[in-house]
């Protein structure tokens, strides 16, 4: 059984660090949850999740606007978007007990080489790959379509066993919060495995304005969507990551059997949000260009999304 004497940290309290933390705060844990526009709300009315997996859950939760204010925390979940990185390092300085666990909730490669720099040497850094259907209804309301597992893998930190004990740790937490979630031995393999979905449906559904749905019913975005899907996995190869055999098939079929859903890019374009371009299309378009592996509709969605970013910024 997980011990619930854990205090746990939640930063960047949307759709992933809500959802989580709610969960987590659910099963008995001691969690703490970081606002910014939504304290007072939250504050005064606690989380709901409206989730066709677990049901409806209500629950009052500790709010802080202020990381300063926030007890010191064992776990610190990042649930902001990659974005936000060069914020958040002062914002766990904060919150984060000696030897905490710092696990960033975070799409895309290189997110964990940006923020290692900026944090104590105590403190351990994994990264976090979500499979998960969620988002944000109104001010402290989360809905949540489907799926919902999450897999750690351990980056960097003072662990003596390559960090395979903490990761693991960090999975127990999450079983016992009835999440599926199990520790990864190779976090590079697997930011490459969540880049064969984050490519294509993130992207596309900016460019093209349209859900999970309408792209898998149409012949040329089905066909988009696989060709993406196999740059991706000839990207990871290039950079010495062999994804598993059917590894993208398995994802596509996946997909064709989810609810219609919207990804998180199209949620931040609607919003005026930055998108979250370099984590996901830049990084491993680099890693994959110095491999000598040249990677041409996934950079032309990327050059694509990038006018789109830029434009609707200055809007």
Known sequence: MQARNVRIGIIGSGAIGGFYGLMLARAGFDVHFLLRSEYEVVRERGLSLDSAVHGQIHLPVQAYARAADMPLCDWLLVGAKATSNAELAPLIMQA???????LLLQNGLGVEEQLRPALRGDLHLLGGLCFICVNRKGPGEICHQSLGAVNLGYHSGPAQDGGAGVAEEGAGLFRAAGIDSQAMAD???ARWQKLVWNVPYNGLSVLLQASTTPLMGDADSRALIQALMAEVVAGASACGRELPAGYAEHLFRMTEKMPDYWPSMYHDHLQQRPLELQAI???PLARA?????ALPRMEALY?????????GRQA
């Open 289 to 293: 260009r110095a491999a000598g592996c």
């Open 96 to 102: 984060a007990a000696p030897d905490a666990r710092v």
């Open 281 to 283: 299309y830049a990084e």
């Open 303 to 311: 050059q694509a999304l990038a006018f789109i970013d830029r434009r």
């Open 187 to 189: 976090l590079d393999q």
